[in-house]
């Protein structure tokens, strides 16, 4: 092969390692916008669920009653919410639509209910809403209230990852990923 076939052949893989990288960056920055776009739409849900939700005092009966199994909706933006997680040690408030959802801005309730038990509620991935998950620790308080202000206070009792749902007989369980493939959940125990 000549120096001039060597130097083009050089110059055409620099050219298209650089097309590459700057493509990669192009779809990284993507990511990341559409990340703070789901973010940013979660607390506006979030601002309108306070507003539509009552609010009762830590210790008002209301708020702490048997609540309804199936668990009430109201629809925000043409979504159909339950409630939603308060994670008070993360500084946290996260939206929980009735199903699962394809976004990652917003916690989706997969099975059980507080009133009979067995607790599911998924996030997306590592960097959806579920993001945090591995910063809760044992012995703090996870709350989930419902579309009537009802509060279900849970202590976490357990971290870890599951294989089958046959392996968590927990009250909660907040999990990341999809339901067949379960990479991380915690455990919670009504208190």
């Known amino acids: 092969m000549s120096k001039i076939r060597k130097r083009r052949t050089v110059s055409i893989l620099l050219i298209a390692g650089i097309a590459l990288l700057v493509a990669a960056a192009a779809v990284y920055c993507l990511y990341i916008w559409n990340g703070y776009k789901a973010?940013?739409?979660a607390e506006k849900v979030m601002e309108k669920m306070q507003e539509i939700i009552p609010q009762f005092d830590e210790n008002d009966e209301a708020a702490t009653g048997?609540?309804?199994d199936p668990l009430p909706m109201i629809s925000i933006d043409g979504v159909s919410f339950v409630g939603y997680l308060d994670i008070p040690s993360q500084?946290?408030?996260l939206p929980v639509v009735g199903a699962e959802s394809?976004?990652?801005?917003?916690a989706f309730h997969d099975s059980g209910s507080p009133v009979k038990g067995h607790f599911?509620?998924?996030?997306?991935d590592v960097d959806g809403i579920f993001g945090s998950l591995s910063k809760i620790k044992p012995g703090e308080t996870i709350r989930f209230i419902d579309v009537n202000g009802v509060r279900y206070s849970y202590l976490v009792t357990g971290m870890g990852s599951i294989?089958?749902?046959?392996?968590?007989?927990h009250d909660l369980v907040l999990y990341r990923g999809l339901s067949r493939n379960i990479s991380m959940a915690v455990f919670g125990t009504m208190q």
């Open 120 to 124: 599911w509620i998924g996030g997306r």
């Open 102 to 106: 394809n976004g990652k801005e917003f």
């Open 91 to 93: 500084n946290l408030k």
């Open 39 to 41: 973010g940013d739409h």
């Open 163 to 169: 294989k089958s749902r046959a392996e968590a007989k």
């Open 66 to 68: 048997l609540g309804e």
